[in-house]
């Protein structure tokens, strides 16, 4: 019994420091970790995203409401429109001198106020209505048909199409299936031999349970209890968690996978297609398609391990009657340590890279 005793106490005392060591790491390493909030529901009734597959279109979309997005290095309320958009109330017929921003969470301005977002302060800038259609895990496919079925609805003369060659080119594909445990809707652009078709994951969206109601079945089942348990309340499964679900994609080279220079001759191929086909819907106005590079691009930028994506995107625009901007060689040539526009506990822009990038947009805005 003794020995039982000794044995317990040992396990509990390791079990301790374990956790001490996590904590610490989530403080100090992991900082992008969830961390214990020492609370749990039986019975999980709330919706943890502020985006669900709720178009036919183009499938992930908001909730209009307000949602709050958390993390250890900030706290923002996001506030969603009538029509979706994470934007103040917008009209649809109004000044011609308005502009559309199409993009994923960065153009969106993930864990920003608004008012720290880059198309709040070209709105504040420019004094023209800067009308943001971007959501978060959207792909150029996507952002084409937001652009077709609602944006265009809007009175405006340029169209701004942020392309984040990270995981744009890698999810934008019929091959990409996303690890969630979710049933998507998701469109993409396939090829096929009379070029390239529109398909849909799911031949109708309400198969889809990327939504309240699919997250409420999922999240009560034993495993996710369990799951949502030791989640709230230690540490070492969430670095667990983190280490297993945030490994960025890499080739098999031993250097940082880069979609500015590992991407391939297909995905260029689909890009500048869809590219294109936002030039038609455009009918005549303005079209600027901006790159944006994550810490990744940096360390592979002058390795010389590929041409950068911004070299073939630059002809492409050039011959199609596009304007483009790098972001990559921007940045570069105001910052000596490109991790200072990032969270610290989060991947995306922070509130000076979208100052800069407001800074470095606006010349074109004004022509």
């Not at 994923?104 to 880059?118: C, K, P, W």
């Not at 250097?255 to 500015?260: L, T």
């Not at 220079?261 to 303005?286: C, H, M, R, V, W």
């Not at 041409?307 to 901007?325: D, H, Q, V």
Request: charged content about 25%; some cysteine.
């Amino acid at each position: 019994m003794k020995k039982f005793r000794n044995i317990t106490v040992l396990l509990l005392i390791t079990y301790l420091l374990v956790e001490l060591v996590c904590f610490i790491f989530i403080k100090t390493r992991f900082k992008a970790a969830h961390f214990p909030t020492f609370r749990f529901t039986y019975n999980y009734t709330k919706y943890d995203f502020s985006i669900a597959e709720l178009s036919p279109y183009w499938g992930t979309w908001h909730y209009p409401e307000k949602y709050v997005e958390k993390k250890q290095c900030f706290e923002v309320e996001y506030h969603i429109n009538a029509y979706g958009a994470r934007d103040r109330e917008r009209i649809q017929l109004s000044d011609t001198d308005r502009v559309v921003f199409l993009g994923d969470s960065f153009i969106e301005g993930y864990g920003l106020n608004a008012e720290h977002r880059m198309t709040d302060l070209l709105e504040k800038k420019t004094k023209r209505e800067m009308l943001n259609f971007s959501c978060g895990y959207f792909t150029p496919t996507q952002e084409l048909l937001v652009y077709r079925h609602l944006a265009s609805l809007f009175t405006h003369n340029t169209v701004v199409i942020g392309i984040l060659p990270f995981n744009d080119l890698l999810q934008d594909d019929s091959s990409f299936h996303e690890n969630d445990r979710f049933v998507h809707y998701q469109p993409f652009y396939q090829h096929s031999g009379k070029g390239y078709e529109l398909i849909y994951r799911e031949d109708r969206l309400e198969k889809s349970t990327f939504n309240k109601e699919g997250y409420a079945a999922i999240q009560n089942t034993p495993r996710q209890r369990i799951h949502r348990f030791l989640k709230e309340f230690s540490f070492w499964y969430n670095i667990f968690q983190y280490i297993k679900y945030s490994k960025p994609v890499v080739n098999e080279q031993a250097v940082p996978y880069s979609g500015y220079f590992d991407y391939t001759a297909p995905q260029l191929a689909k890009l500048t297609y869809i590219l294109s086909l936002l030039k038609e819907a455009a009918n005549g106005k303005q079209v600027i398609v901006v790159t944006i590079p994550v810490y990744n691009d940096f360390l592979r930028y002058g390795s010389g391990r590929g041409k950068s994506i911004a070299t073939e995107l630059a002809r492409f625009c050039k011959g199609n009657g596009m304007e483009y901007i790098d972001l990559l060689e921007e940045f570069r040539k105001q910052v000596k340590d490109p991790s200072t526009l990032y969270f610290t506990c989060d991947a995306h822009w922070n509130e000076k890279a979208n100052n800069m990038a407001a800074e470095i947009i606006l010349p074109l805005l004004r022509k």
